[in-house]
């Protein structure tokens, strides 16, 4: 089970935010969006952060850090499947123990930013059960051509709420755009918003994070 860190917004939680960092940082790096957010106290929610595994990433030229899966190019053919894969069992992993602990899958949403965002959006679109919803932001669809065939009844339906920066100079905008057309000629539901921003969050960006969440719990 990967090690995280875990904060519960009232006592006895009845949903919970599984939340997954991006390319080098680690579960710390949104523990403080909590506060932001102000959920009231009835949504009853739990936050998980967990920590990636340490690995070597190749964009990176190869240095150590934590990463979800391998990163060769953010364009390209080549795509790390069996990290993506291995991550994915990992946050099923997490979700189960949810389950374990009283939360219903369908009180579950996974979120996750830059390479935690294509990892949640990876894992819950061919979770086996219904999930709450999906949170992505300035990130992209990976594994997409497999999508089609590997995708989940359950979570056809499955609200997702996919976020960028206009001026991204890391995952360019184009990544996220063609994410959005894809997942829409699919059949999902996809509420998009783009913010004047780089590769980061915004205040604006997290209001509009809140509400959704509102929304699906």
């Given amino acids: 089970m990967l090690e995280a860190i875990e904060i519960e917004t009232a006592p006895q939680p009845d949903a919970a935010i599984v939340w997954l960092h991006g390319l080098g940082a680690d579960g710390s790096d949104f523990v403080p969006i909590v506060p932001e957010l102000r959920l009231a106290a009835r949504l009853r929610a739990r936050f998980v952060f967990p920590h990636a595994p340490v690995r070597p990433v190749t964009i990176n030229a190869g240095a150590r850090m934590r990463a979800w899966f391998d990163i060769a190019a953010l364009e390209g053919t080549h795509e790390d499947e069996a990290g993506l894969c291995a ?23 996974l979120a996750g930013f830059s390479q935690g965002g294509a990892l949640a959006l990876h894992t819950a679109l061919r979770y086996r059960e219904r999930l709450a919803g999906v949170i992505a932001l300035s990130t992209w669809l990976p594994l997409a051509a497999t999508l089609p065939a590997q995708a989940s009844p359950a979570n056809a339906a499955t609200p997702i709420f996919l976020a960028h ?16 057309a894809t997942l829409a000629r699919l059949g999902y539901t996809v509420e998009w918003r783009a913010y004047p921003m780089e590769h980061a969050v915004c205040a604006e960006e997290i209001a509009d994070v809140a509400a959704f969440l509102v929304r699906i719990l």
């Fill in 165 to 180: 920066g206009s001026d991204d100079p890391l995952v360019p905008l184009a990544l996220a755009q063609a994410a959005r």
């Fill in 87 to 109: 991550s994915q069992r990992e946050i099923e992993a997490l979700i189960a123990r949810e389950r374990d602990r009283g939360v219903a899958s369908g009180r579950i949403v």
